[in-house]
Every structure is written in C-alpha cells, then in structure tokens.
C-alpha cells in the first residue's frame, strides 16, 4: 500500500487544492452503508442519523458560506468489496462528494479506503467498521480514517467482562469468516482467556448458507455453557441461531454488535430471551438529547450504530467549518481537533452552535451522541451497552 499512497500523493494533492481557499456552494457527504444484505435491518437507522446531522446544518444555513449540504446514499453491501468499491467510485467521480460517511462493515471500508478514498485524497469516518485490523490503515492512509465506533480489540474485553460478571466461564465460539468475524473473534478469545476462560471451539462459518446444522453439530461436540455468534443479524449469524435452538444444541447466546437488531429478536422469537451481549452505546447527556431528536425525525435513534453515524457526519461537516473548506486535504487534520478537548462542548442539536464558534475562532469539544472521544489512530476510545433480550425486546442492563 505504501507504494500505492506514493503514486497517488500527487494526485491527491492537487485535487485537495482545487478547493482550497474556496467554499462549494453545495457541500455533498457520501453515505455509504449496507442497505442490503446482511445488516440491511439496522443500516436504516444509521442513515437516518447521517442524514438528521445534515439537515441540522441546513437548517443553520451557516456552515461555511452559507452552502447547502446534500447527503448521497450508496450500497456498500457490507461484504461485497467489488460493489463498495465501485459504489464510492461512484460518490467521488460521479457526484463529487467532499467526504465519506461509511463505510459499515470492517471488510468493505478497507476495501474503499485503500481504492479508493486514499487514491482520491478523501476523508472517510466509519460509524461502524470495528475490525482491530483498521487501527493501523492509519500508517497508511494520509491521516484521512476515522471511526466513531471502538474497536474490537476494545469489544473483546468488554465482552469478557459480561460473560465473567454472569458466572460463564466456558463458551463455544463461532464467527462469520471476514475481517469482522475473525478480528471479533480473535480479541474476544484472547481477552476471554487471559480472565481465566476457556473458548471450547472457535469456528468460522460462511454468510448465505441454507442449512447450518453441520456447523451447530462442530460446535455443540465441543461443548460450552453458551455460544458467542460474531456474526450478522441478517445472515449466518441469525441461521446458526436458528439451528442451535432446532437441534437443542445451545439454548442462550451471546451477540456481539453485528448481532443486536429488534429484527433479529422478531424472527427467532421467545426462545431468544436470556441471550444478552454488548454494542457500543453510552448514557451520556448526548445520547439522550440524539434520542428525542431520532424520535421527532420518525426513526428509532436506540438503533446500533445510529448515533456513532449522526456523529461521523457531524464531524465531517464541523472539521470542514474549523478548516474554512471542502477539500479533504484541508479539513482532515482538523477532525481530531473539533472531536476532542479544549474547546466549548457540543452536542446533538447544538451544531449550530458549533459553526458559529468554529467561524469566531473559538475551539469546540463534540461530544455529540455518543460521548465522542477520538484517540490514538483516530478512533473512539470506546464505551459499550450491555443489553438482555427479555419479552421479545432489546433491554439496556447497564453501560459499560
């Protein structure tokens, strides 16, 4: 990839400084999401939350020179690399965005960031993309990656940490086979057993299968008090469910992020109650103010990912303000400093507020709707909700 970013350094310059010094007039943020395939239940949420950011703004009028922003959805599939790729080709020849919200799922944000965002000189923040793989993309991608979503290397230990405060100290282990799955997977089995843990089998399955009965059999042979699906709401993850409860094998599981959705609790129904696991959320002043604005826009703001989306398009238009322009090239280095400390606090609803201290010169520190805290490589520093399934619903136990 080095010799990647080498060829394209030029390249990406030039096309930073075509806007440098100027303002658009119309500010456009690509949206890329999975709004189908495997999390195609909980992307829905999560581009509403970009989408209610941007039309805070424009409702402002006042970011930059008084420029409209315009929100452009594209599919990334989540697991298909090829299509991702072409879809943010797409956002960034075709309608000339200034920045990329998304992508989702760990394996296609990869994908996009080294074809194409790097390549082009495009600021990409995730709201999702959690693989521990992605916290080093920033030794090589020009300082344009964020997240607003911890990484999994952070998950794994809270993860623990649920399993062992319940008393569960063996478990089966099975994970959708990608870059999500097996960087879950893998921190999870490493924290789990550095506490004293023991991980019976830890199984990849594959996404789009019928039948998951051979997989369930592997990973009931193995035994385990429950059994941890790092995998998606939508697909594998659901099928494998499924199977364990038709076969009896397990009866209680632990979901992960890509694992917590209410369409999920709907389809398999009362037999998930008592399965409980984590997604990152927090309790903070922010997340209650985002969750009266989710409900006046019509969506559900408890959604996973909604809030880390809100707030990586916030960002994206609050570090385009601080650098007074659109260009990627310009603004990057200004998203760590609107996100973190000194600065005025912002939160949901306050983005006015932060353009006009941004245009004064002041220092702003977003906290937005999920107590924003970008740190090291660029990422959340991480806080979590512990959720039970309980009467068919997704009920928060505690924040950690």
């Given at each position: 990839?080095?010799?990647?970013?080498?060829?394209?350094?030029?390249?990406?310059?030039?096309?930073?400084s075509?806007?440098?010094?100027?303002?658009?007039?119309?500010?456009k943020?690509?949206?890329?999401?999975?709004?189908?395939?495997?999390?195609?239940?909980?992307?829905?949420?999560?581009?509403?939350?970009?989408?209610?950011?941007?039309?805070?703004?424009?409702?402002?009028?006042?970011?930059?020179?008084?420029?409209?922003?315009?929100?452009?959805?594209?599919?990334?599939?989540?697991?298909?690399?090829?299509?991702?790729?072409?879809?943010?080709?797409?956002l960034?020849?075709?309608?000339?965005?200034?920045?990329?919200?998304?992508?989702?799922?760990?394996?296609?944000?990869?994908?996009?960031?080294?074809?194409?965002?790097?390549?082009?000189?495009?600021?990409?923040?995730s709201?999702?993309?959690?693989s521990p793989?992605?916290?080093?993309?920033?030794?090589?991608?020009?300082?344009?990656?964020?997240?607003?979503?911890?990484?999994?290397?952070?998950?794994?230990?809270?993860?623990?940490?649920?399993?062992?405060?319940?008393g569960?100290?063996?478990?089966?282990?099975?994970?959708?086979n990608?870059?999500?799955?097996?960087?879950?997977?893998?921190?999870?089995?490493?924290?789990?057993?550095a506490?004293?843990?023991?991980?019976?089998?830890?199984?990849?399955?594959?996404?789009?299968?019928?039948?998951?009965?051979?997989?369930?059999?592997?990973?009931?042979?193995?035994?385990?008090?429950?059994?941890?699906?790092?995998?998606?709401?939508d697909?594998g993850?659901?099928?494998?469910?499924?199977?364990?409860?038709?076969?009896?094998?397990?009866?209680?599981?632990?979901?992960?992020?890509?694992?917590?959705?209410?369409?999920?609790?709907?389809d398999?129904?009362?037999?998930?109650?008592?399965?409980?696991?984590?997604?990152?959320?927090?309790?903070?002043?922010?997340?209650?103010?985002?969750l009266?604005?989710?409900?006046?826009?019509?969506?559900?703001?408890?959604?996973?990912?909604?809030p880390?989306?809100?707030?990586?398009?916030?960002?994206?238009?609050?570090?385009?303000?601080?650098?007074?322009?659109?260009?990627?090239?310009?603004?990057?280095?200004?998203?760590?400093?609107?996100?973190?400390?000194?600065?005025?606090?912002?939160?949901?609803?306050?983005?006015?507020?932060?353009?006009?201290?941004?245009?004064?010169?002041?220092?702003?520190?977003?906290?937005?709707?999920?107590?924003?805290?970008?740190?090291?490589?660029?990422?959340?520093?991480?806080?979590?909700?512990?959720?039970?399934?309980?009467?068919?619903?997704?009920?928060?136990?505690?924040?950690?």
């Amino acid at each position: 990839m080095k010799n990647l970013l080498m060829a394209t350094a030029a390249s990406a310059l030039v096309a930073g400084s075509a806007f440098a010094g100027g303002h658009a007039t119309e500010v456009k943020i690509g949206i890329i999401l999975g709004f189908t395939g495997p999390l195609e239940s909980i992307t829905p949420a999560m581009g509403a939350g970009a989408e209610l950011a941007i039309a805070e703004v424009n409702e402002a009028g006042t970011l930059l020179d008084n420029a409209t922003v315009e929100g452009i959805r594209a599919d990334s599939t989540c697991i298909d690399a090829a299509a991702a790729t072409a879809a943010a080709e797409r956002l960034i020849t075709s309608d000339g965005v200034h920045g990329i919200m998304g992508a989702d799922c760990s394996g296609v944000t990869g994908a996009i960031l080294q074809n194409v965002a790097v390549p082009n000189g495009v600021v990409m923040i995730s709201p999702s993309a959690t693989s521990p793989g992605l916290s080093h993309a920033n030794n090589e991608d020009n300082g344009l990656f964020f997240r607003t979503a911890p990484s999994d290397a952070r998950q794994g230990v809270v993860m623990t940490e649920v399993l062992m405060d319940r008393g569960i100290s063996e478990v089966a282990l099975t994970y959708t086979n990608n870059d999500y799955g097996k960087g879950l997977a893998d921190s999870f089995q490493a924290a789990f057993e550095a506490a004293g843990g023991t991980v019976t089998i830890n199984a990849a399955h594959e996404d789009g299968k019928a039948d998951y009965s051979a997989e369930v059999a592997a990973l009931a042979s193995a035994g385990g008090e429950v059994l941890v699906v790092a995998g998606y709401t939508d697909q594998g993850g659901k099928g494998i469910i499924q199977a364990s409860l038709d076969s009896g094998a397990f009866d209680t599981f632990v979901l992960p992020d890509g694992m917590v959705g209410q369409q999920l609790v709907d389809d398999i129904g009362a037999d998930l109650n008592g399965s409980f696991g984590q997604f990152p959320g927090t309790d903070s002043e922010g997340a209650e103010m985002f969750l009266g604005l989710a409900e006046a826009a019509g969506f559900d703001g408890t959604g996973a990912f909604a809030p880390e989306s809100y707030d990586a398009a916030a960002l994206l238009m609050l570090a385009m303000q601080a650098a007074d322009s659109t260009a990627s090239a310009d603004y990057a280095a200004h998203v760590m400093d609107v996100a973190n400390a000194p600065g005025t606090q912002i939160f949901p609803g306050q983005l006015a507020e932060a353009i006009e201290l941004l245009k004064a010169g002041e220092d702003i520190d977003y906290v937005g709707a999920t107590a924003v805290e970008l740190i090291g490589p660029g990422e959340s520093a991480g806080n979590y909700r512990e959720i039970e399934i309980q009467d068919g619903s997704i009920e928060t136990v505690r924040f950690r």
